[in-house]
């Protein structure tokens, strides 16, 4: 239902009569994600009157391209989650605009233990998106189960399993089959591998790697962790206290960082 | 993790609750002798041909009680799924979704609460008479409070939990987060408590046919027979004795079951 209604406004804003509409959207067609100037926060709601404000985000202006991965670094507490959450479509903005030119995207989290269902198996956790989307019978739904869960490389064995009794690496990657088995053209992985052993973060990121060639994914890579961001990363955001000081590809950012931030935050990841 | 295993309270429990409910549906259908019957054989003890004596008219107390404790079974059940119902319900929107509800619902509940639980269930029944379903009616909606807030920490515990979020990304309608996605997981407090409700319900039940304020002739509960033997106490003690027996029994049962539950989440946590 939300699939198709956002599918009806990136048609609606995607495609135009006249012949210079059309060609804003040959070079849209090349963008999965445009945030416009957004700023925002969070409202406590108050019994009486609007609550308390809080700022988070000021003036934050990017856009993510087809294929690409884009970091986004930044300290804790910076509002990378806020961003995340006002990407999809928990927060609303303030002031500014986000415009998606794909599917409904979804996120992988941080933390594997708490982003499966502990009272369901796994083959039911990656069953559900399908389900609710009502468009598949039965068999085609445990199909596209068993072909997800091939494609993130785990065993059909583990379909039978509670989250329980599963690793924190397996965990994460059914997380990703969950996320991915709908088919969506943009992901935002949320810290995806902070909570992992160093060599299950190393597959991990293969994994992420793989899958964006395969299912032709683009990516919004949260992290704190500048050596991954390195790793994994076509371009990078730098983000300070709500506000973007400084983006361009990781070698540009990385090689010659123009802020005297992003020169602190390179040299602590020493 | 360690898969859930069963433990020596749940089977104790479950094998001592088990036979009363067996005891007592078999009531519904067959007893010794007519409960209501009179015979000549008035105030006899415990004997091969009354098991639990006869009363001053000399009915069979095993009869009685056969019968009397499914009415108390059926008062007792009905008023845990009137109240672990409602409370459900109220619980899983004022957690779910907060705000002005939760507000508005919670603080009726502190009203709920702030009554004691007998004096409220007496409001109840002087509105609407004495009598076995109004009897379900006032316990029930006294049990309300008590499951609405624990559930209502239940749901909102899971509200920003990450595999809630993803349900609410995939489109999933709030009736299915609450249902499917976050009912399951309220399980391992709702049914220990279930339990504890289950008892106390035995109890408030036996207390207030006890004052006279419950079940109506014909249908006899525990409670009635209890204030009955109570008249009879110094002639026929067995049958106060055995009235007793059976509620301690079946509350013993049902807590033992409770119990075992508890100890079964923590093994596993």
């Not at chain 2, 109220?90 to 007998?118: H, K, Q």
């Amino acid at each position: 239902m939300a699939d198709s209604i956002l599918d009806t406004i990136t048609t609606m804003t995607g495609l135009g009569a006249d012949p210079a509409a059309e060609a804003v959207t040959e070079a849209q067609r090349q963008l999965v994600l445009e945030v416009n100037l957004v700023s925002g926060g969070y409202r406590t709601p108050g019994l009486f009157g609007k609550g308390k404000y809080q700022q988070v985000l000021y003036d934050v202006d990017f856009n993510i391209r087809h294929g690409e991965i884009m970091g986004l670094v930044g300290e804790s507490g910076t509002g990378k989650s806020t961003l995340a959450r006002m990407i999809l479509g928990m927060l609303e903005p303030e002031e500014g605009s986000i415009v998606h030119y794909t599917k409904r995207p979804q996120i992988i989290f941080q933390d594997p233990y708490s982003s499966l269902n502990p009272a369901y198996t796994v083959e039911w956790s990656l069953e559900e998106p399908l389900r609710v989307f009502g468009k598949y019978d039965e068999a085609e739904r445990k199909r596209r189960v068993r072909d997800m869960l091939a494609k993130v490389e785990l065993p059909q064995e583990v379909l039978s399993a509670k989250p329980s009794e599963l690793s924190g690496g397996q965990r994460q990657r059914v997380s990703i089959a969950a996320a991915l088995i709908r088919r969506p053209r943009f992901i935002i992985a949320d810290e995806p591998v902070s909570a992992l052993d160093v060599t299950i973060q190393a597959q991990i990121l293969q994994l992420l790697r793989d899958l964006r060639e395969e299912l032709d994914l683009s990516y919004l890579f949260i992290s704190h962790d500048l050596n991954v961001v390195y790793q994994l990363c076509d371009r990078v955001l730098v983000m300070k206290k709500g506000r973007i000081v400084e983006q361009g590809t990781v070698d540009e950012v990385y090689d010659h960082p123009k802020e005297e931030y992003t020169k602190q935050l390179l040299a602590a990841a020493q | 993790m360690m898969k859930k295993k069963w433990n020596g309270y749940l089977i104790a429990g479950c094998i001592i609750t088990g036979i009363i409910i067996l005891w007592i549906l078999i009531g519904r259908f067959y007893t010794p002798y007519p409960p209501t019957k009179m015979s000549s054989a008035k105030l006899q003890g415990p004997s091969p041909a009354h098991l639990f004596g006869t009363d001053k008219f000399g009915r069979d107390i095993f009869s009685r009680v056969m019968q009397g404790s499914g009415t108390t079974l059926l008062i007792a059940a009905l008023t845990i799924l009137i109240g672990s119902g409602a409370g459900i319900i109220i619980g899983a929107i004022t957690g779910y979704f907060g705000g002005m509800v939760d507000e508005v619902l919670m603080r009726f509940n502190d009203a709920l609460t702030a009554f004691p639980s007998i004096l409220l269930a007496l409001v109840i029944i002087s509105i609407l008479g004495p009598g076995k379903y109004n009897v379900i009616i006032a316990l029930g909606i006294v049990f309300i409070p008590s499951y609405a807030r624990m559930m209502r920490t239940a749901f909102a515990a899971q509200r920003d939990v990450n595999y809630i979020i993803s349900a609410r990304l995939m489109g999933a309608s709030s009736l299915r987060i609450l249902l499917i996605h976050m009912l399951p997981n309220t399980l391992h407090v709702l049914l220990p408590a279930l339990t504890i409700g289950f008892n106390n319900a035995v109890l408030a039940e036996a207390s207030m046919s006890f004052l006279g304020i419950g079940v109506t002739p014909p249908d006899v509960s525990m409670g009635y027979m209890l204030s009955e033997a109570q008249g009879m106490f110094r002639s026929a003690p067995w049958y106060a004795l055995s009235v007793g027996g059976v509620i301690a029994l079946l509350v013993f049962g049902v807590s033992l079951i409770g119990e075992g539950m508890q100890r079964m989440n923590e093994e596993v946590d």
